[in-house]
């Protein structure tokens, strides 16, 4: 059984209707942002499951786009999101469709560029407006956004994991989880960590050899 | 440190503490923050619930889809000309419970209480304590602190979601959350706290989670306005010291295996009780359709 804190119970302070419809959306929409490199012209919203279903009355659209445009889940701009979007120019599409088999809140979050490739991040909101993100651009993850996370790609050799895990240590970043996966030559690294990880850390970190893609992201809790 | 009610009153008993310093107890030790950190972080919950239980009162909010709203001002209109039936503080409760839930389906910014749902009746006790006993923000806190301890209680030893347990569990709770605080704000006892409380659920027990296409509107907007005067009048019937033959934790107890025996349709899935009434399905319709 679960410990609840107090905050738990009263909270989260947020824009309504529903926590995991509109708060949780709000959230998946700006961790998503947070994963993807800047610079998207437009953004695809592939809603699954009762997302597909009442996103317009629950105001899941509106939560999402004010989560790609940086907003947290308890800002009353959110309901002028689709504005604020077209005011940037910013293109925006929702697509009801099927993901398989997922939890029934679930959005496929595609960033499109002009000069790269597609770039998409699925997550899930799965009540009282904390979410789990499932999937980075085809690479399997798990994680809440609670805790500050590491995202690594790297040519997979000897020592790179041990490389980065002392940096941590060195600098007293205490590693929470960690999940690798790897692809032909081509590793993957999520890191959470109990504490943020500073500039300084990012930089060192950084300057690994092979390391070919490096994103942090401290926290979207506000 | 507690789980259990039962375990609350004992520490109560042995520290001559009221259910609110137990509460915040336990959240220094599971935080690591101070006494003044923690009723500091309050304080910003406090604020969010007083702007969401007044912002409804004098102006129409009209919700997200259009079905519903303009309900609280209505009510307060119908106050301030004084001759309501069951009196000023009802009618000003409801009135209050009522703008929080318009809020929340305007898309105003709202706290969960212990969810969005229920987010009306919370705010609208512990402002309706304010106006009756004249009490402080310092104590108002207080009482938000004796409320999430019940909060606390319930989810760890039964649920507070809709989906798991239909609206007792959301719209149930949060009236046994106010009326544990306004025992505790009006001088009573942890005992008559949590008696409170456990007359708020038994009162609704079984009461089922129907709204309209699933969204948080109607009946969820009279529920909160309905949930609020369950906490005030089970917060009367402690303090004036109605017998409580069944222990708090049990009633808990009782709420989650009811909650869990309801019928899928019953549970926040728009398929039974009042969404699938003939009008809530053309409702239905109708909000799809006109967002398209």
């Known amino acids: 059984m679960k410990d609840y804190t107090v905050f738990d119970i009263l909270g989260p302070v947020m824009i309504g209707p529903s926590s995991s419809h509109t708060a949780g959306a709000a959230r998946l929409g700006k961790i998503a942002k947070d994963i993807a490199s800047e610079g998207f012209y437009k953004v695809e919203f592939h809603l699954h499951g009762s997302f597909a279903k009442t996103y317009r009355g629950h105001g899941t659209d509106k939560a999402l786009i004010a989560g790609i445009l940086g907003l947290?889940?308890?800002?009353e701009k959110l309901k002028e999101s689709f504005k604020i979007a077209k005011d940037n120019n910013l293109e925006i599409e929702f697509i009801e469709t099927d993901l398989g088999h997922h939890h029934p809140n679930t959005v496929k979050i595609l960033f499109k560029y002009k000069d790269k490739d597609d770039f998409y991040v699925l997550g899930s909101s799965i009540g009282g407006g904390n979410i789990v993100v499932y999937n980075i651009n085809g690479d399997e993850v798990e994680f809440t956004g609670l805790n500050p996370i590491m995202l690594v790609k790297y040519k997979d050799k000897k020592g790179v994991i041990s490389k980065i895990s002392s940096i941590l240590s060195e600098m007293d970043i205490n590693i929470a989880t960690m999940q690798v996966s790897r692809e032909r030559n081509l590793a993957t690294m999520l890191c959470e960590t109990d504490s943020k990880i500073i500039k300084e850390v990012e930089e060192r970190i950084s300057r690994i050899e092979g390391i070919t893609y490096l994103r942090v992201i401290n926290t979207i809790r506000s | 440190m507690f789980n259990t009610g039962s375990e609350l009153l004992k520490l109560c008993e042995e520290k001559n503490a009221k259910i609110y310093d137990m509460v915040i107890l336990k959240e220094m030790e599971a935080t690591g923050l101070s006494k003044e950190e923690v009723l500091d972080k309050m304080k910003g919950t406090l604020e969010v619930m007083q702007a969401s239980a007044t912002a409804g009162l004098n102006k129409e909010l009209i919700s997200n889809t259009g079905i519903t709203g303009g309900n609280s001002k209505r009510v307060e209109d119908y106050r301030k000309k004084g001759n309501t039936f069951a009196g000023e503080i009802v009618n000003s409760a409801m009135a209050m419970a009522l703008s929080t839930s318009e809020v929340n389906a305007s898309m105003g910014r709202i706290c969960a209480a212990p969810t969005a749902g229920a987010s009306g009746i919370l705010p609208s006790t512990i402002l309706s304590a304010k106006?009756?006993?004249?009490?402080?923000?310092d104590m108002l806190i207080n009482g938000l602190y004796t409320a999430a301890g019940v909060g606390q209680i319930v989810a760890r030893i039964a649920t507070?979601?809709?989906a798991e347990g239909g609206c007792q569990a959301e719209c149930g709770v949060a009236a046994a959350m106010g009326a544990a605080a306004i025992v505790e704000m009006?001088?009573?006892?942890?005992?008559?706290?949590?008696?409170?409380?456990g007359f708020a659920l038994a009162n609704i027990l079984g009461l089922v989670c129907d709204p309209i296409g699933g969204l948080v509107e109607f009946p969820c907007n009279?529920?909160?306005?309905?949930?609020?005067v369950n906490g005030?009048?089970?917060?009367?019937?402690?303090?004036?010291?109605v017998q409580a033959p069944i222990p708090f934790d049990e009633i808990v107890e009782a709420m989650y295996k009811v909650g869990i025996a309801l019928p899928e349709t019953l549970r926040e899935t728009a398929l039974g009780g009042l969404a699938a009434t003939p009008t809530a399905r053309e409702l239905t319709k109708h909000i799809i359709e006109q967002n398209k």
């Open chain 2, 131 to 137: 106006d009756k006993l004249n009490l402080s923000d």
């Open chain 2, 222 to 228: 009279l529920r909160n306005a309905s949930g609020v």
């Open chain 1, 72 to 75: 947290d889940p308890a800002d």
């Open chain 2, 160 to 162: 507070i979601s809709g």
């Open chain 2, 232 to 241: 005030l009048i089970s917060a009367d019937m402690a303090l004036a010291g």
């Open chain 2, 186 to 197: 009006s001088g009573g006892s942890p005992q008559q706290a949590l008696n409170a409380a």
